[in-house]
């Protein structure tokens, strides 16, 4: 302490004296100690002097606040000592710190010999209030809460082999001891500490090296890297890391809450690298969702618009809550807190320091944090903490959370891909050294080409004799991660098959799983029943189950272009043709806007002498309207009697010409007539376009004489035997499709004994063989007279298999991915492509399908056509409707109804006499017309425009 009565000494002293504050109704001075480099100064600035206001605005014991703010340089102990004393000289009640706990030391030092209340808002080192320090709160959790929720964490992914970086200051150290302790109480022998390594925390972060310290962590194999140090350091600390290959996939940083709680100060200007990207990290627990929080927040940001949600850290929110605590405290205890000017350097002490203290530390206060009470000690009672994610841009996102009574509570399983690792990974990495280099694999291998197989005149079992494509594979990952390797071959030669019986594996599996190969280095397929048993490597190759078949000679088929359709869907097709052709005639006859039904209706309206005497012959020589052809009218010669109608023999031909994309003379006239007239022609395009598609397909089968076009169609024929590789991965994965057609296809199938068999049993015609789309297509490169049969049934992927949690998984998936983008596999492919160059790839190997549409298929184009016709109704009643309000009133028919009326008889009578040629049964006349007398002979007089209703 001597150091510190030297600094104290040089300090401006004031005289003391006693002033009791409740009394005066001064405010009472709340002093912050704020650090320059401090990442949260700005906020801090802002949030303080709203803080005392806040509070200010609510008490109702007439207790108000003042802030003293001060701010200092954090790697200057004379500009941290003079700040300090600053506060006591303006007799600050109490001090609020949000500063790690290397310099609340040393403030507590300073502000404990005076009995006033010191409250740290960041600092974590339970040990940092002794005996000297009495004055001192801590509102964060301790040290030992953060590594017990890091334990917990390491633990839940089962990551055993951990190396520690740390700064040495108080924090960095206490961390790593806490860890320690913990490890040697909790975990006794499982948890392996592959190193410790502290770098010295002295200048400025950016001008600090940390490679060697974190070259030693390399050395040391760990993947599992916990770093344990203030915001400032972690930038450097983590780029450095990056530099030299600790931030690759495979690797996990988990990161304390001195920088989770700062994110701020690992960017470069605002940017963050992308291989932040999957760090995990603890982070102080804030009830966000809490409505003190919420009421908060809203307020704040809406009064300070600097201000942003990410802003809002937990130890800016955390000094808020403080500034609440002390104004609480003196509510409790105003009346008896006195004012005393002191100094630094003095023996004196504040008289009512030690009761205020107790004031505070005894009171349960619910604030923006949630509930905060202390320990008699000083320290927080519970303690909570989020886990967080590193993801873009720039924010660590909740994946989980840790309380002092719960635990760990991730919001997903272990295997879960919520959360991100480094790399990009989304399975979380095994946590343990997987370099290969010095280790020696045995990987389990047997002959199938092209996959693998022994060179000819090769008896030994050495690499060198292995060729295909899984040794090709191996070699190039010996290459790339240096390992030695040798492969095993089962003694039965089997991929592995799982005895019902036994409950046994046999073949490369079984191997594996009695621990005689270290990994299956072959086209393995994926299944749910091997995967239940093995884990599988990431896809090197796509695969699936085909049928194929030789060609036949073709038979002729005379009838072949009606094979599209079925016969239902011809016969529906032509009842379509003649109900639409019918519609349009009848709209064409019934619509006031149509050919027919326009001149019609005016021949029965019109009132001039000529339109009477003919409606008059109609009625005494029982003949139709339109057969008057030698009286002269005005309506015909306007309406021009002798154009097209739309009858149904044109209709007919109309809807016929749409088939062939033509159009004829006559057209629909009446928008309803045209609607319909639309409609049926979309019907013909889409049912031209399917009859030619599927037309396309029989045209093909038939040129390669295949009556089959699918697997279910063996089912039902007696032409073609089929079969497939017995005990093989095609029978288990068909016997285990929930189609049960499948299953009796596995029933009925021959079992054969190899590849080679089975290419014979195809070649010899009459017989379709189920197998992996690879091996077929390897076996009939330039076999032109074989045929796949449809697409692919079911699709699957070829990996290696590893036993379970096997420690080279992560890493064979990094090879494997890198090579499928670098197109690898695909080159390797073509290597082994046997077809001979002058023959080339035969372009008529899959047959597609032909199966013919059926009714089921095309309803819908049906329902379209219905749905036209029902449309075209409507606007034929909306047509009705708005002639009827065109026509004009005479003496009987002067309302719309009555209007409507009229042209509802008129078109009975027409249908009627017109349609069935019925006779009339009395004169035909308009309601309430007067005839237009004639003279004796017949002649009409003069005509009168008037005469004439204009409809």
């Avoid at 006195?338 to 530390?361: I, V, Y």
């Avoid at 005895?499 to 086209?523: F, H, R, S, V, Y």
């Avoid at 009939?780 to 796949?788: I, T, V």
């Avoid at 049969?789 to 298999?801: H, K, P, V």
Wanted: hydrophobic share 40%; net charge negative.
């Amino acid at each position: 302490m001597l150091w510190l009565l030297v600094l104290l000494r040089s300090t401006t002293l004031i005289s003391t004296q006693f002033t009791t504050l409740s009394q005066d109704h001064q405010p009472f001075p709340v002093g912050f100690l704020i650090g320059n480099r401090n990442t949260h100064k700005q906020t801090l600035d802002r949030v303080i002097p709203y803080a005392v206001e806040a509070f200010n605005n609510k008490s109702s014991d007439g207790v108000k606040l003042k802030a003293v703010v001060r701010h200092y340089d954090e790697f200057s102990l004379h500009s941290l000592v003079e700040a300090s004393c600053s506060l006591v000289t303006n007799g600050a009640v109490a001090v609020i710190s949000p500063d790690g706990s290397y310099n609340i030391g040393t403030q507590a030092d300073i502000l404990g010999e005076l009995k006033i209340p010191l409250i740290s808002a960041v600092a974590t080192d339970p040990h940092i209030r002794r005996a000297s320090r009495q004055s001192l709160m801590l509102m964060s959790p301790g040290d030992e809460y953060q590594s017990s929720a890091i334990l917990d964490l390491l633990n839940f992914y089962h990551w055993h082999e951990v190396s520690l970086v740390a700064s040495d200051t108080n924090y960095g150290i206490n961390g790593v001891n806490f860890f320690q302790q913990l490890l040697s109480l909790k975990s006794g022998a499982k948890f392996v500490i592959k190193s410790i390594t502290f770098f010295n925390a002295v200048g400025h972060p950016d001008t600090m090296g940390f490679k060697n310290t974190l070259k030693n962590v390399k050395r040391s194999l760990s993947r599992v890297i916990i770093l344990n140090c203030e915001g400032r350091y972690g930038r450097q600390v983590l780029e450095q890391a990056n530099e030299i290959g600790l931030l690759d996939e495979g690797h996990v940083w988990i990161v304390t809450d001195g920088i989770t709680s700062s994110p701020q100060s690992l960017s470069y200007d605002g940017y963050f690298p992308s291989y932040y990207e999957g760090l995990i990290g603890i982070y102080p627990h804030i009830e966000t969702k809490a409505h003190h929080y919420k009421l908060f927040k809203d307020k704040i940001l809406s009064e300070e618009r600097n201000l942003t949600a990410v802003s809002l850290a937990p130890h800016v929110v955390l000094t808020y809550d403080a500034v609440q605590i002390v104004g609480a405290g003196l509510e409790i205890s105003g009346g008896n807190v006195t004012r005393q000017d002191l100094e630094c350097s003095s023996t004196a002490k504040w008289n009512s320091g030690e009761e205020f203290l107790l004031s505070l530390l005894e009171r349960n206060y619910e604030g923006v944090t949630g509930n905060v009470t202390f320990r008699p000690d000083g320290l927080r009672k519970k303690a909570a903490y989020k886990i967080v994610n590193f993801v873009n841009p720039g924010l660590f996102v909740d994946v989980g959370q840790w309380n002092s009574e719960k635990g760990l509570d991730m919001y997903n399983d272990v295997d879960s891909s919520s959360v991100q690792f480094l790399g990009g990974a989304t399975q979380h990495p095994v946590g343990v050294a997987t370099e290969l280099q010095g280790i020696h694999l045995k990987l389990g291998a047997t002959e199938n080409r092209p996959f693998a197989y022994k060179a000819e005149n090769c008896t030994s079992n050495d690499i060198s004799c292995w060729k295909g494509i899984t040794p090709d594979i191996v070699a190039e990952f010996s290459k790339e991660m240096n390992f030695t390797y040798e492969f095993v071959e089962p003694s039965d030669r089997e991929y592995g098959y799982l005895n019902p019986e036994t409950n046994k594996w046999n073949g490369m599996i079984g191997d594996m799983l009695q621990g005689k190969t270290d990994m299956i280095a072959m086209d393995l397929s994926v299944s749910f029943e091997r995967k239940t048993h093995i884990d599988f490597s990431v896809a090197f190759m796509d695969s699936g189950i085909s049928l194929v078949i030789k060609g036949e000679s073709s038979k002729s088929n005379s009838f072949f272009f009606l094979s599209p359709f079925e016969v239902m869907v011809w016969l529906m097709i032509l009842a379509g043709f003649m109900a639409m052709s019918l519609i349009q005639n009848l709209f064409n006859k019934l619509s006031p806007y149509g050919e027919y039904g326009q001149r019609v209706h005016a021949m029965q309206t019109c009132k001039c002498c000529r339109c009477a005497m003919r409606r008059r012959v109609k009625v005494e020589q029982n003949i139709k309207l339109r057969d008057h052809r030698n009286v002269e009218c005005m309506i015909e010669l306007a309406a021009d009697e002798r154009r097209d109608e739309m009858s149904f023999y044109n209709a007919l031909f109309l809807n016929a010409a749409g088939f062939v994309g033509h159009g004829a003379e006559s057209m629909p006239k009446s928008p309803s007539g045209r609607l319909i007239l639309l409609t049926w022609w979309f019907f013909v395009l889409l049912i031209i376009c399917m009859y030619t598609a599927t037309l396309t397909a029989f045209i093909t089968l038939d040129r390669i004489g295949i009556t089959i076009d699918n697997a279910k169609q063996l089912l039902q024929q007696q032409k073609y035997s089929w079969g497939m590789l017995n005990h093989s991965f095609v029978e288990a994965l068909l016997r285990n499709n929930i189609d049960p057609d499948y299953k009796k296809i596995v029933d009925g199938a021959v079992k054969l004994a190899n590849m080679s068999e089975s290419i014979d049993r195809v070649k010899q015609g009459s017989f379709v063989l189920f197998d992996e789309t690879p091996l077929i297509s390897y076996e009939l490169m330039g076999e032109c007279d074989m045929f796949y049969i449809g697409g692919e049934i079911q699709t699957f992927d070829y990996a290696f298999g590893l036993p379970k949690s096997s420690p080279f998984i992560a890493l064979f998936n990094t090879q494997i991915i890198k090579l499928r983008e670098q197109g690898y596999f695909d080159e390797l492919w073509k290597k082994y492509d046997r077809t001979p160059d002058d023959l080339g790839d035969c372009d008529n190997h899959t047959t597609g399908s032909s199966t013919a549409l059926n009714l089921l298929t095309l309803k819908g184009l049906f329902y379209f056509l219905c749905f036209g016709i029902v449309s075209s109704m409507i606007v034929f009643f909306f047509e009705l409707i708005y002639a009827t309000s065109k026509d004009p009133p005479d003496e009987k028919h002067r309302t719309f109804w009555a209007k409507f009326g009229r042209r509802v008889k008129l078109k009975i009578e027409d249908v009627r006499t017109e349609w069935f040629s019925q006779p009339y049964t009395q004169l035909f006349s308009v309601d309430g017309e007067v005839e237009v007398k004639c003279d004796e002979n017949g002649t009409p007089p003069a005509y009168n425009p008037g005469n004439l209703t204009v409809l």
